[in-house]
């Protein structure tokens, strides 16, 4: 590792936390960068002249790699099927007009401060021409002021909590009218107008609650309880005492990482059914619940754009194809697919740069990217071009006892992303000109926006 490097991380975290991330990552098998090299040693082929040089940022280690690893996982089977001309890639040669991708691979531990630190390192130093990963919002606003300062370009594949849109960024997980909107009226008439919010403690649970207690109330429901927990929190009998004196209709959950199983586990012993107050969730996925074991989650929801048992030529693929390289005994999940989806997102862009004659670099890549389409496992999907998010399905599904889930809702066609929350700020929309000029987007129409779907073009 280069004295220069060390001085830099050291600089922004403890030399403790530095050793301790340093022993993690040589462990996960992966070459992070802060061992020198910055490539992957997950048995890259041989990647010819010139290869495009993307970093892959997400935790294999720490609270929250139980689903982290899992987006990794989904990001380098699109990235070798891009590379081989296989899967969704086929019929497109090998790479990016015969460029194949090379992936930077750094783990950043869970650790909002490492998040940043190694985003700078894959800018400046192994001179990426973008980045797919985070997880949280809060390792996603640990990066934001990187990407913005040095005009570079992240690919962040997570539902989130909306009220943001930046030139640097590709939303391409859930928008809050994407996963809130519909799941509080679902609630509301199928379990009742009381409803118990739980989160992890910090801002994505926080602001996603604060949004689906404006639409329940908005709709006559109300919150009789909204507690919260530090990240990787395993202890809830206080806050299930509190839902038992409560007495809601329903939970809403908003626990991440590590605290999901550790929730739903002690729910269930704690006498606390799913025929009684079901949990609706939004970050529990098949992940977690292979990880809590299914009978804790059986009868309970979750809102996401994408289940395992969505049932299409294109799922039924993405399924078969990650199971034969990661084993069978492995499960597919929203916030997988929506990492699957945003690589390839990024390839037709730089292949739509490349055949123009354009040389790869931020701004010929972001406006590449917007209006891209891909046919995803989910159905078809497409990058807004005004404000960067994605148009994505929604839909329910309850869990079963296998740990699949029963689709009990969906919409008709991909919903149009809508950046801000429309209930605690109605009319604010997010409008890029083209090109980008990166000043503010955010434009009050005084509007009801209405909802729209994706139409095949």
Known sequence: MSKKYESTLLNGISRRKFIKYSSLAVGSGILASCTGGGTS???????????????????????????????????????EQINTNTGPWEGNGEGINGRKIQKVVVNPN?????????????????????????????????????????????????????????????????????????????????????????????????????????????????????????LGTTEFITIINKIKQAKPDFVLSNLVGDSIPAFYRQYKDAGLTSDKVPIMAYPTTEEEIQAMGSEYAAGHYTSFNYFQTVDTPENAAFVEQFKAKFGDSRVTNGVMEAAYIQTFFMAQAMQKVLKEGGELNTETIREATRGQEFQ????????????????????????????????????????????????????????????????????????TLQVKYLEKT
């Not at 190694?118 to 809060?138: F, P, Q, W």
């Not at 929604?394 to 429309?422: L, M, Y």
């Open 110 to 230: 869970s650790d909002w401060d490492l998040y940043n630190q190694m985003s700078k390192r894959l800018i400046d130093e192994d001179k990426v021409v973008c980045v797919l990963g985070c997880y949280t919002s809060a390792s996603r606003k640990s990066v934001l002021p990187v990407f913005e300062e040095k005009d570079s370009l992240l690919y962040y594949p997570v539902y989130y909590e909306g009220n943001e849109c930046s030139s640097n960024v590709f939303y391409t997980g859930a928008a809050p009218n994407q996963q809130i909107t519909d799941s509080i009226p679902y609630c509301k008439e199928n379990f009742g107008p009381k409803g118990f919010f739980v989160g992890s403690d910090y801002i994505y649970p926080k602001e996603s609650n604060r949004i689906a207690k404006a639409e329940l109330e908005k709709i006559g429901g109300k919150v009789v309880g909204d507690e919260y927990s530090p």
């Open 376 to 447: 995803a496992p989910q159905g078809l999907v497409k990058v807004d071009p005004d404000n960067y998010h994605a148009y994505l399905y929604s839909r329910i599904g309850k869990w079963q006892e296998d740990g699949q889930a029963e689709i009990v809702f969906a919409t008709p066609a991909a919903v149009q992303p809508i950046a801000w929350s429309q209930t605690l700020y109605p009319g604010r929309v997010c409008t890029r000109p083209v090109p980008d000029t990166r000043e503010s987007p955010i434009k009050e129409t005084g509007k």
């Open 41 to 79: 040693s997950t048995g890259d082929e041989d990647l010819g002249e010139n290869p495009i040089k993307v970093g892959v940022m997400y935790s294999t280690t720490g609270s929250i790699a139980i689903v982290e690893k899992s987006l990794q996982d989904a990001t380098f089977l699109a990235l």
